[in-house]
């Protein structure tokens, strides 16, 4: 097994949000412990509004206000030892963040600049992380950079503008993986892309992961997506982790719920027979249902799961899922 | 066979660039199809492929270059200036309904404008009656939604919204333009049932424009690839997705990811840099990178092919010309 490079210990921010005099709590993360390896890739699904987006922020050491840590702790694993986040100065946490963690925002391929030429944004990138570099220089490591990717260097001569929406995209992925980070997170990076790009996009990210060996968090809803490039994937709901495992478990084997239902709601091709999606709608963060947040959609729940919240619970090696019917939790006291 | 819509040899040129470095750029090239009355019909390809100027055109939002659509029997030239979804009960909802509607406007105040613009309502209780009516055939109700903003309903529900809020001047035909591809997989599957139930219940007629061709699979009959503004393949959805023909339909069956962790992609693709760049070119559009390409692709366009009731662009295949709409 690899070694760990990010670590989160009851993981718990809220968006803590004052409405006309009264306090509302987004219980966006809520309790997530997540022990992510180098050399991985690591995928989190789920519906939209379950924090996924949060919980990258949390990840990605970019919990500003009205997002608050509330409770646990975040670790980078920097040479082997764990340094918790939240105790680092703005300072440090900006310095150790440029070198060690890339964030790849949802709706990225509209972050470039669109009145400079790619190779001024490329430049732009390099200056701010190492200086001492001549003009020609960067634009030599940009044009080497983008030809390892199997990218064409031309576009560094081209306006964002020019370039399809498939390119921008991978452009801007590639600017993430420039410096070599041992941490990329992408957020919904093929969202709104077609199909074709889509796979693109894919090659482009494992092409990346192969050379750098590094850790990529992905999130994606699509579960097609996850299934083609995660080793090991968690699928989130309402703020929690309710199923976590290597990719073929959860596509072979899964156990939760909602889990089943994810999988299932693909439509096939061969195969017309009517498909249910996840029957009602994801739940607000602020108004949580009591015990499980799922039993509200879930078919097989139980008079336990409106009482109590079940515990993430290890099924074999690298199995963990939330659930009452799973592993003789029923009955037992949380 | 009758048909609510029929798109007749379309073609939409743009000019981009200076007066000295003109370029044209042909978004729609000799597009034809129809829609018969309670189908959904899909129109599919990646970005930039031409699947929203068309849609443009046919809600009257731009001119065609050349060609005609005949809808309801009428041909649009004779309704010229007159706007479509006003005469001819075409409406339409987009890809991002968060675009679609004002952010600091409650988004019941579009119904009520849309009931007094089309005069469907003498009185505020009828009309609130109309609108409690059209939002529960898409599963919400005027309780859940009066008042509120659109930041206050989640992706899944506001795309709800935005088709119930088309529906209410009861068209016959519903263009849907990507409506999946913002929101999640599980509500997409909501939404596509969602149009198969209206067909069902209702008789409407949805120009699914998608590029995701598992829904569109699932819910249409017929459907349309297009390319760079060209259909390369037009027939059943059960001949053009469950075998291919043209070489482009083939790479985007293949590139469908499955949920299946065996099943992994093990080919690798090439993707055209420019958009324009394949646009311009003057032989097949696919030819920079199609697996099969063969002189002749590079040097002319090719023509509709009728191989097994699917029309296939591509010389590839030999045979009669197809005629021209069946």
Same mark, same amino acid.
Request: charged share 25%; aromatic share 8%; glycine share 8%.
């Given at each position: 097994?690899?070694?760990?490079?990010?670590?989160?210990?009851?993981?718990?921010?809220?968006?803590?949000?004052?409405?006309?005099?009264?306090?509302?709590?987004?219980?966006?993360?809520?309790?997530?412990?997540?022990?992510i390896r180098t050399n991985e890739v690591y995928g989190i699904a789920g519906e939209s509004g379950c924090?996924?987006?949060?919980?990258?922020?949390?990840?990605?050491?970019? /919990?500003?206000?009205?997002?608050?840590?509330?409770?646990?702790? /975040?670790?980078?694993?920097?040479?082997?030892?764990?340094?918790? =986040?939240?105790?680092?100065?703005?300072?440090?946490?900006?310095?150790?963040?440029?070198?060690?963690?890339?964030?790849?925002?949802?709706?990225?391929?509209?972050?470039?600049?669109?009145?400079?030429?790619?190779?001024?944004?490329?430049?732009?990138?390099?200056?701010?992380?190492?200086?001492?570099?001549?003009?020609?220089?960067? =634009?030599?490591?940009?044009?080497?950079?983008?030809?390892?990717?199997?990218?064409?260097?031309?576009?560094?001569?081209?306006?964002?503008?020019?370039?399809?929406?498939?390119?921008?995209?991978?452009?801007?992925?590639?600017?993430?993986?420039?410096?070599?980070?041992?941490?990329?997170?992408?957020?919904?990076?093929?969202?709104?892309?077609?199909?074709?790009?889509?796979?693109?996009?894919?090659?482009?990210?494992?092409?990346?992961?192969?050379?750098?060996?590094?850790?990529?968090?992905?999130?994606?809803?699509?579960?097609? =997506?996850?299934?083609?490039? #995660?080793?090991?994937?968690?699928?989130?709901? #309402?703020?929690?982790?309710?199923?976590?495992?290597?990719?073929?478990?959860?596509?072979?084997?899964?156990?939760?719920?909602?889990?089943?239902?994810?999988?299932?709601?693909?439509?096939?091709?061969?195969?017309?027979?009517?498909?249910?999606? =996840?029957?009602?709608?994801?739940?607000?963060?602020?108004?949580?249902?009591?015990?499980?947040?799922?039993?509200?959609?879930?078919?097989?729940?139980?008079?336990?799961?409106?009482?109590?919240?079940?515990?993430?619970?290890?099924?074999?090696?690298?199995?963990?899922?939330?659930?009452?019917?799973?592993?003789?939790?029923?009955?037992?006291?949380? | 066979?009758?048909?609510?819509?029929?798109?007749?040899?379309?073609?939409?040129?743009?000019?981009?660039?200076?007066?000295?470095?003109?370029?044209?750029?042909?978004?729609?090239?000799?597009?034809?199809?129809?829609?018969?009355?309670?189908?959904?019909?899909?129109?599919?390809?990646?970005?930039?492929?031409?699947?929203?100027?068309?849609?443009?055109?046919?809600?009257?939002?731009?001119?065609?270059?050349?060609?005609?659509?005949?809808?309801?029997?009428?041909?649009?030239?004779?309704?010229?200036?007159?706007?479509?979804?006003?005469?001819?009960?075409?409406?339409?909802?987009?890809?991002?309904?968060?675009?679609?509607?004002?952010?600091?406007?409650?988004?019941?105040?579009?119904?009520?404008?849309?009931?007094?613009?089309?005069?469907?309502?003498?009185?505020?209780?009828?009309?609130?009656?109309?609108?409690?009516?059209?939002?529960?055939?898409?599963?919400?109700?005027?309780?859940?939604?009066?008042?509120?903003?659109?930041?206050?309903?989640?992706?899944?529900?506001?795309?709800?919204?935005?088709?119930?809020?088309?529906?209410?001047?009861?068209?016959?035909?519903?263009?849907?333009?990507?409506?999946?591809?913002?929101?999640?997989?599980?509500?997409?599957?909501?939404?596509?049932?969602?149009?198969?139930?209206?067909?069902?219940?209702?008789?409407?007629?949805?120009?699914?424009?998608?590029?995701?061709?598992?829904?569109?699979?699932?819910?249409?009959?017929?459907?349309?690839?297009?390319?760079?503004?060209?259909?390369?393949?037009?027939?059943?959805?059960?001949?053009?997705?469950?075998?291919?023909?043209?070489?482009?339909?083939?790479?985007?069956?293949?590139?469908?990811?499955?949920?299946?962790?065996?099943?992994?992609?093990?080919?690798?693709?090439?993707?055209?840099?420019?958009?324009?760049?394949?646009?311009?070119?003057?032989?097949?559009?696919?030819?920079?990178?199609c697996p099969h390409v063969m002189e002749i692709c590079k040097t002319q366009p090719p023509k509709d092919?009728?191989?097994?009731g699917v029309l296939v662009k591509c010389f590839l295949y030999n045979g009669t010309p197809a005629t021209?709409?069946?």
């Amino acid at each position: 097994m690899n070694e760990t490079i990010l670590r989160t210990e009851g993981l718990k921010t809220f968006y803590i949000l004052d409405v006309f005099g009264t306090q509302k709590v987004v219980k966006a993360v809520n309790n997530i412990n997540l022990d992510i390896r180098t050399n991985e890739v690591y995928g989190i699904a789920g519906e939209s509004g379950c924090g996924k987006t949060t919980l990258l922020k949390a990840l990605a050491a970019a /919990i500003e206000p009205p997002l608050r840590l509330v409770d646990g702790y /975040i670790f980078y694993y920097v040479d082997g030892k764990p340094v918790d =986040v939240s105790t680092l100065s703005p300072e440090a946490k900006r310095k150790l963040r440029l070198d060690y963690i890339a964030y790849v925002p949802q709706g990225s391929m509209s972050a470039l600049n669109p009145v400079i030429k790619l190779k001024e944004t490329y430049r732009d990138f390099i200056e701010s992380h190492v200086s001492g570099k001549t003009k020609e220089e960067t =634009v030599a490591m940009a044009e080497q950079h983008i030809t390892e990717l199997g990218l064409p260097p031309k576009i560094l001569e081209a306006y964002p503008h020019q370039l399809s929406g498939g390119m921008r995209q991978r452009v801007t992925i590639a600017l993430a993986a420039l410096m070599k980070p041992a941490i990329i997170i992408a957020d919904e990076p093929t969202t709104a892309l077609d199909v074709v790009v889509q796979r693109g996009v894919v090659q482009l990210l494992m092409d990346i992961q192969k050379k750098l060996k590094n850790t990529i968090i992905l999130v994606t809803h699509d579960m097609g =997506v996850q299934a083609n490039i #995660a080793d090991r994937v968690g699928i989130m709901y #309402a703020g929690k982790i309710v199923e976590e495992s290597t990719t073929e478990k959860i596509y072979g084997d899964p156990q939760h719920p909602y889990t089943k239902f994810l999988i299932n709601s693909l439509p096939q091709f061969g195969d017309k027979s009517p498909r249910q999606s =996840v029957p009602g709608s994801p739940p607000s963060l602020i108004d949580l249902p009591s015990g499980c947040a799922f039993h509200p959609r879930c078919p097989h729940a139980m008079g336990i799961c409106a009482e109590q919240t079940p515990e993430l619970i290890t099924l074999d090696t690298d199995h963990k899922v939330a659930c009452w019917l799973v592993g003789g939790q029923h009955g037992k006291t949380a | 066979m009758e048909k609510l819509l029929e798109v007749k040899n379309l073609t939409k040129v743009f000019t981009m660039g200076s007066i000295l470095s003109r370029v044209r750029l042909t978004a729609a090239e000799d597009v034809s199809f129809y829609i018969k009355p309670g189908e959904i019909f899909t129109l599919a390809g990646e970005s930039g492929c031409g699947k929203t100027t068309t849609a443009k055109i046919i809600l009257g939002f731009e001119e065609p270059t050349s060609g005609t659509i005949v809808h309801n029997g009428k041909d649009r030239a004779e309704t010229k200036g007159k706007k479509v979804w006003q005469e001819e009960g075409i409406q339409a909802i987009f890809q991002d309904p968060f675009g679609t509607f004002n952010p600091l406007r409650v988004v019941d105040r579009y119904f009520f404008e849309t009931v007094q613009g089309f005069k469907l309502a003498a009185t505020k209780r009828e009309a609130i009656e109309l609108i409690d009516e059209t939002l529960r055939l898409v599963g919400l109700t005027y309780e859940e939604f009066a008042g509120k903003y659109p930041s206050e309903f989640s992706g899944g529900q506001l795309q709800r919204v935005s088709i119930a809020r088309a529906l209410l001047t009861k068209p016959n035909l519903l263009i849907a333009d990507e409506p999946v591809s913002m929101v999640d997989a599980s509500l997409r599957m909501s939404i596509v049932n969602l149009f198969k139930r209206l067909k069902e219940e209702t008789n409407l007629s949805v120009l699914y424009i998608t590029h995701d061709l598992a829904t569109a699979y699932y819910v249409s009959e017929r459907i349309a690839i297009m390319f760079r503004g060209n259909i390369v393949e037009i027939g059943p959805v059960e001949k053009v997705l469950m075998e291919p023909k043209h070489p482009y339909s083939q790479l985007l069956r293949e590139s469908i990811p499955e949920a299946d962790p065996t099943k992994r992609w093990s080919k690798r693709i090439v993707l055209a840099e420019t958009e324009e760049e394949e646009y311009l070119r003057v032989g097949c559009k696919f030819a920079g990178r199609c697996p099969h390409v063969m002189e002749i692709c590079k040097t002319q366009p090719p023509k509709d092919i009728d191989v097994d009731g699917v029309l296939v662009k591509c010389f590839l295949y030999n045979g009669t010309p197809a005629t021209p709409h069946e």
